[in-house]
Structure formats: structure tokens, C-alpha cells
């Protein structure tokens, strides 16, 4: 017989993972033969799992995003424009020329009075009328734009009448309401169906409706007051 080497034979070890497999010494290769391929099978699952861990991030976030996009307020008037239209209000001479009677224009009247509070109304067809309000600050009454949304015809039977309000000028609505008028039509009575608070969450089912309606009359002023 030949001579046998002292050294023992130690098997070698291949870290797939949380895997060891036993290698034979001078292959390198699984020692038994239902390891040939499991190396790459394991890599292969384990690749797998990676990208589904991956893909259930994405859809969490994906997730998160839609439901904060649900939960966005309604996007308001930028202040810029709110105080365009203010500034506007106060620019605008109407009628133009003065106690001229037969005048067309869109705009029907704009008014300063002394206390610094500016009003104009104009109408943009034959049925509705918008009149805007700037109220300045006085003491502990902070600064206010009140647009008003009426019909020209006046006041009859099932007429609305419309105002909001915004108290800082940020684009929000703080206060809403509507006037219905009601029988008898020689004489109507006037009732408000509609109150809208925000600062206190009052009428909050209404927030908006009362907001479409200011974001609409902001809209109206910088495209046709002074028309």
C-alpha cells in the first residue's frame, strides 16, 4: 500500500446567506451532489425576496402619498392675487366718464368712502352680479375682503344670494352664507339656509362649496373689473 498522508481531510464551507454548505476540498464544488446547483438557486430566492421587499416599499409610499393627496385642502386664491384684487377695487374709477347715464360697461360702480372701505360691483352677464368689499383694520377688526355673488334681476321668489368672506386676505374662506328668498312674492321674506364658520367648524360640510365660490369671484375680479 502506499503511503498515506497524516494530514485529515477538513471539509470547506460556502456562506450563502444564513446558508453554509459543505465543499468538497479540491473543487470547491457541494460536496454531496444535490448541492450542485443550490448555491444559485438560494442567490436566485434570495434576489427574489429582495425585490418584493423593495416593490412593497414602493407601494407603501405610493400608498401614502395617494392618501395624503385625498386629505389635501381644497387649493385657495394665492395672497398675491387676493391683494390684486383689493388694489384694484381702489384703482378703478367707475362709472368713467362721470354721471355719464348710458354706460355699458361690465364694471356698474366702484366706491371709497373715509373709512378707507372700497366697493365695486360689476356683472359679467345678464344674470349674475359679483360686488367685492375690502374692509380695512380698525382696532381689534382685522382686515377683510367680503365678495358677494347676487342676481341682477334682484330680489324675487328663489333667488340666492351669496357672500364670503376673508378675514387675514391668506385665500381662505373664514365665513360663508346664503340668503334664499321665499313666498310671498309680494312681499318676500328672506332666509338663510346656509352659515359656514371655519374658525370654529361651523357649517364645515359647506367649507367647499364657500371656498369655490370666493376662489370664483377672485377669477372674475382680475379678468373683467374695470371692464
Not at 401614502?64 to 398675491?80: D, H, W
Not at 309680494?186 to 371656498?211: C, K, L, M, S
Amino acid at each position: 500500500m502506499g503511503h498515506q498522508s497524516s494530514r485529515l481531510w477538513r471539509p470547506r464551507y460556502s456562506k450563502v446567506g444564513k446558508f453554509t454548505l459543505p465543499l468538497c476540498v479540491n473543487a470547491g464544488t457541494p460536496a454531496l451532489g444535490i448541492y450542485s446547483d443550490l448555491e444559485a438557486r438560494m442567490r436566485n430566492v434570495l434576489g427574489l425576496v429582495a425585490a418584493s421587499a423593495q416593490k412593497a416599499k414602493m407601494i407603501a409610499l405610493a400608498s401614502a402619498v395617494l392618501s395624503g393627496l385625498a386629505f389635501t385642502p381644497v387649493i385657495a386664491a394665492e395672497r398675491e392675487q387676493v391683494r390684486a384684487v383689493i388694489n384694484l377695487i381702489a384703482a378703478a374709477k367707475m362709472p368713467f366718464p362721470e354721471r355719464f347715464e348710458r354706460n355699458v360697461a361690465r364694471t356698474e360702480y366702484v366706491r371709497l368712502d373715509g373709512g378707507g372701505e372700497t366697493v365695486a360691483c360689476l356683472r359679467i352677464d345678464d344674470k349674475v352680479r359679483w360686488c367685492y368689499e375690502h374692509i380695512p383694520p380698525l382696532g381689534a377688526r382685522t382686515e377683510m375682503l367680503r365678495i358677494r355673488n347676487e342676481p341682477v334681476e334682484g330680489i324675487q321668489v328663489g333667488q340666492l344670494f351669496h357672500y364670503v368672506v376673508d378675514y387675514d386676505l391668506d385665500g381662505l374662506a373664514d365665513v360663508g352664507s346664503t340668503t334664499r328668498m321665499e313666498l310671498p312674492a309680494h312681499a318676500p321674506v328672506a332666509t338663510v339656509i346656509q352659515f359656514f364658520v371655519r374658525g370654529t367648524g361651523r357649517g364645515d360640510q359647506f367649507r367647499t362649496e364657500y371656498q369655490k365660490l370666493y376662489d370664483d369671484g377672485i377669477q372674475v375680479a382680475l379678468k373683467y373689473l374695470g371692464e
